[in-house]
């Protein structure tokens, strides 16, 4: 069971993941394929920018809730298969389970298996699974990405700086404040990691623009890049 347990919780995750809520939304309500237009990014920031407040509004509320859902139903699953104490027997606690979760919600949110594995980045996924399993962090990590999106009005690179801040503070949040002990910190900040490292790896393309001084700031719209009808 303890090896069924993480495989069943990656493949259920990922297929949940894969259902791409800016896809989804674009097309019930604009008729488009939003991966078409703008940085042709699966995601957000490219919905609102592209077609507007309510596909946006949707695809944020779709991408929060998967996250959630799919760590919600893997917690359940690993006491179904291990029992209700399982957190006392082994080194896998509920976070570790909720994060691996989301490590592969977010492989499905980029590679969507349903859309040619072709989606987005991943960021408001990772966000609901920081909100559920570690508030504490949520709380930090959120008010700085927050701060240097206000300041920039880059997006792309709170994100980025909010990634890379996201393993430290959930090392101290977790040795500190949680007293989770060392060994499960480790196991908490390695999996933070991996997450960190593929929100990063998907912001490849950000991080140039913003080298050449050509990244799209928030609330500004690109020209020529949605047709009328598509507003």
């Not at 674009?26 to 991966?35: A, G, N, Q, T, W």
């Not at 919600?105 to 980029?110: A, Q, T, W, Y």
């Not at 393993?167 to 991996?194: E, K, Q, W």
Request: a positive charge; aromatic letters at 10%; charged letters at 15%.
């Amino acid at each position: 069971m303890i090896i069924l347990a993480p495989i069943l919780t990656a493949v259920l995750s990922y297929l949940l993941g894969s259902c791409n809520s800016a896809i989804i939304a674009v097309r019930l309500l604009k008729h488009e394929d939003i991966r078409n237009f703008g940085s042709k990014n699966a995601g957000l920031t490219n919905t609102l920018r592209c077609f507007g407040k309510l596909p946006a509004l949707l695809t944020l509320i779709g991408d929060l809730l998967k996250g959630v859902i799919a760590a919600f139903i893997s917690i359940k699953l690993w006491e179904m298969l291990l029992g209700a104490d399982f957190e006392s027997v082994y080194l896998f606690d509920e976070r570790a389970v909720g994060y691996l979760s989301g490590i592969f919600s977010i492989l499905g949110h980029i590679f969507p298996i349903y859309y040619g594995f072709k989606g987005g980045k991943g960021v408001l996924v990772s966000c609901s699974i920081l909100l559920v399993i570690d508030p504490v962090t949520f709380c930090i990590v959120i008010p700085f990405f927050i701060v240097v999106v206000a300041i920039s009005r880059y997006v792309s690179l709170g994100s980025i700086l909010a990634a890379c801040a996201y393993p430290v503070i959930t090392f101290f949040v977790h040795m500190f404040v949680y007293d989770v002990g060392l060994p499960r910190s480790i196991l908490h900040t390695a999996m933070v990691m991996v997450t960190s490292a593929l929100l990063i790896y998907m912001h490849r393309t950000n991080i140039t623009r913003l080298k050449n001084g050509t990244e799209n700031k928030f609330g500004q719209k690109k020209k020529n890049q949605v047709p009328n009808d598509a507003q």
